[in-house]
């Protein structure tokens, strides 16, 4: 009999307890995959162990069994491949990893992302085990109540260079601050830091992270620690040797921003003649090659009676395509990309027109504001330095990619787990709660909004993350007006029958 985890499954090992889950909060899937996510488990000491031993490749249980021999010596092997082959069944079940007669049907049964033919799972939970993924929670939440609300850092923003060629006129990063690539021994010296703190995923962008000379050499590494990996990118550098990379980690994504289906327009936003055409045959080299996607489609003054060009597009082709109509200021406070921001009434137009293309939108949003119905004035505001950071190419640590004037901590000079576990910023930032937006918790519109503190703090002059941003005030009231709205038709339809 042989063994190996599935290719989406991530394990980490705590020592006196194991930590498994599937790629589900970091990466992306088709439009219409029917897959479905297997969850979080914790396992037993002795079950890390049996964990630890397995690999993406599949293994007899007889090597299997010396290996966790070597590590138990005093319990007989006989009993050692007895215990272990009944915990690998009883994971597999459970859809972590998957056994075989032979190492060819164990590959076969390794279900891989495809755009082209994902079948329909038949995973069979274990009704003895606890399922802790019927209630969807995310491994944040999980880990979270594990350690007893002790803050986990599970992923990590790498910004591996702030050089980008291309323009893009909406763009939070001031151009001329887009001067360098990060040193190689330093993203190798944060990685190593990742792996001892067990980090799920990383993010790895810029600028525009191919441009450096490393990048390949980066994910192989991502990829050998069995990483997670995000790789913002606008797919215009895109080459043979980076797409095999790209291809032999099953738990790498890419986002890539495309603004229109008209090249002029495209073009127009990134500043480059020729972007548009070579960011969409990149991506339909990774849709050829299976590998996962999504399209982002910031909705600008430029694209907004064209965006859907792109949805329609990405749908085509089995895209996951997101779009915002809201873009921050730049990171130094000054505004001058806001002139491409959609004004308010823009807005209203945008979403009202999303609402009308989309059934889905408006349930969304019901479910989005049932779910803040219980709002506590001691909630967190948001998720930023509770489990995710951003590192820049310089070394400054930041609560995210966008914030890069609230500088945390340096990695070069304080290691990663001393910044996140005792940085006075980032411990400012969590002890901040919705109460500390008294005008917030008063407001009817609150269900209806998404509070950003570095949308707050990039448009303050003073960069002050608790003085709200009225803009997106207005855009929560709009939200609030449509709900009614919606919610008014369907008690007439109702009415009708």
């Known amino acids: 009999m042989f063994f190996k985890k599935k290719s989406n499954v991530i394990f980490r090992n705590f020592k006196s307890f194991g930590y498994v889950t599937d790629n589900r909060n970091f990466g992306y899937k ?14 037993s000491e002795s079950g890390a162990v049996f964990l630890s031993v397995l690999s993406k490749k599949a293994q007899a249980i007889d090597e299997l069994s010396k290996k966790i021999n070597k590590i ?23 859809g972590f990893i998957i056994s075989g007669k032979t190492l060819e049907e164990c590959d076969e049964k390794d279900e891989k992302f495809s755009y082209t033919n994902i079948l329909e799972s038949n995973l069979e939970t274990n009704p003895n085990n606890i399922s802790y993924f019927e209630n969807e929670r995310s491994t944040q939440d999980f880990l979270r109540e594990y350690f007893n ?57 810029g600028g525009e992270p191919m441009l450096h000379d490393n990048f390949c050499d980066f994910l192989a590494k991502c990829r050998e620690n069995e990483f997670s990996v995000s790789v913002l990118s606008n797919l215009t550098l895109l080459n043979d040797q980076i797409l095999e990379e790209m291809k032999a980690n099953p738990l790498l994504g890419i986002q890539v921003s495309l603004y229109s289906m008209d090249s002029n327009i495209h073009d127009e936003i990134t500043a480059i003649k020729g972007s548009f055409e070579k960011t969409k045959k990149a991506i339909l080299k990774l849709i050829e090659n299976n590998i996962p996607l999504k399209i982002s489609c910031p909705i600008l003054k430029q694209n907004k009676h064209c965006y859907h060009d792109v949805i329609k597009w990405a749908k085509e082709h089995k895209i996951s395509v997101g779009n915002d109509y809201v873009i921050i200021a730049k990171y130094n406070h000054s505004t001058q990309n806001l002139n ?44 930023v330095c509770l489990s ?28 990663l787990k001393e910044i996140w576990d005792h940085a006075e910023k980032v411990n400012y930032l969590r002890n901040l709660r919705k109460k ?62």
């Open 388 to 415: 995710s950071m951003c590192i820049a190419d310089n070394g400054n640590v930041y609560p995210c990619a966008g914030w890069q004037d609230y500088i945390v901590g340096n990695i070069k000079n304080t290691p």
């Open 149 to 205: 609300d002790k803050p986990q850092l599970t992923s990590l923003h790498v910004e591996i260079t702030s050089k980008c060629n291309e323009r893009c006129i909406h763009c939070y990063i001031p151009h001329e601050n887009k001067i360098s690539h990060i040193n190689p021994d330093l993203f190798y010296s944060i990685l190593n830091q990742a792996i001892k703190m067990n980090l799920l995923h990383i993010t790895l962008s």
């Open 436 to 497: 500390d937006f008294p005008q917030c918790l008063k407001c009817s519109d609150r269900n209806f909004c998404t509070m950003c503190m570095v949308r707050n703090a990039n448009e303050d002059p003073q960069g002050n993350p608790l003085s709200v941003n009225s803009f997106f005030c207005k855009t929560a009231k709009i939200n609030r007006i449509m709900m009614d709205k919606w919610k008014k038709e369907i008690n007439n339809e109702k009415c009708c029958l």
């Open 340 to 383: 491409h921001r959609l004004s308010i009434d823009e807005v209203e137009d945008v979403m009202n027109d999303i609402a009308k293309n989309d059934t889905e939108y408006m349930v969304q949003m019901d479910r989005e504001v049932e779910e803040k119905q219980n709002m506590s004035e001691n909630d967190f505001v948001c998720s």
């Open 30 to 43: 088709r439009l219409n995959d029917n897959r479905k996510d297997i969850g979080d488990k914790i396992l």
């Open 72 to 94: 138990y010596p005093d319990i007989d092997i006989a009993s050692i491949k007895n215990d272990a082959q009944e915990f690998y069944l009883d994971l597999e079940k459970d």
